[in-house]
């Protein structure tokens, strides 16, 4: 079954720390993984996907199909980073569907 | 361009009653996808509709239902309510055919709670 795995529900770090949230999927296809954010009173949204391979606000992910992994990256964390990331897998084809992990709640602090 | 607006932002209904969501997509989007997210939890895919057709379903039970219309809004509904629905209701839009496959836009949601 496909499934997508956050060990992480909370995640604190400090301004210009650097940052990694985890993310594991299960799949048997090929996958197609994204991260959705949502900061505060907002709402979710796409901050990249792994077809696309684009640094936005500074994270990368990389998607590593041998490890089942796609985390997210930043090298130095900063305080507007903090929100909820949720990684999702696509699949389905052309009707596709997304399964979302649970999240994390990543905190910067000053 | 307002992105994807849902109606109401929230509601209160009680065990047994219907309930019906409402979504607008983004303008040029063709695509809806509902979600279902629990306190706690990610979003959960309930289905998606295309061409005013159901494409993809989630596992949830047959009192989820739902439409699309012409100009692409969608709507949700749930029959006999059960406290297990109170969640957050998420509409996604989307265009088929974009580069590099589809981009979701989520609205602020439906806060749904069942009493």
């Known amino acids: 079954a496909q499934r997508v795995t956050q060990p992480e529900k909370l995640l604190s770090v400090f301004k210009g720390a650097p940052v990694e949230l985890k993310c594991n999927y299960s799949y048997s296809g090929s996958p197609e993984l994204f991260w959705y954010v949502q900061y505060s009173r907002q709402r979710l949204q796409l901050l990249l996907r792994h077809i696309s391979r684009e640094s936005i606000k500074g994270f990368t992910a990389d998607l590593n199909k041998g490890e089942t992994s796609f985390h997210l990256k930043k090298p130095f964390a900063q305080e507007e980073d903090s929100a909820m990331y949720y990684c999702a897998l696509k699949w389905g084809g052309s009707n596709y569907k997304l399964t979302f992990g649970k999240g994390t709640l990543l905190t910067v602090n000053p | 361009d307002a992105g994807v607006t849902q109606s109401p932002t929230h509601l209160i209904k009680t065990r047994g009653q219907q309930v019906t969501l409402r979504c607008s997509p983004k303008?040029?989007?063709?695509?809806v996808s509902w979600y279902q997210q629990a306190l706690g939890q990610g979003p959960q895919f309930i289905f998606q509709?295309?061409?005013?057709?159901?494409?993809q379903r989630g596992n949830f039970p047959d009192r989820f239902s739902g439409h699309q219309f012409p100009n692409y809004s969608s709507e949700l509904n749930v029959n006999a309510l059960l406290l297990g629905d109170s969640a957050l209701y998420l509409c996604?839009?989307?265009?088929?055919?974009?580069?590099?496959?589809?981009?979701?836009?989520f609205g602020s949601g439906t806060q749904l709670s069942v009493l």
């Open positions: 303008s040029g989007h063709d695509t």
């Open positions: 996604a839009s989307s265009f088929r055919g974009g580069q590099l496959g589809e981009k979701l836009f």
């Open positions: 509709y295309y061409e005013e057709e159901e494409r």
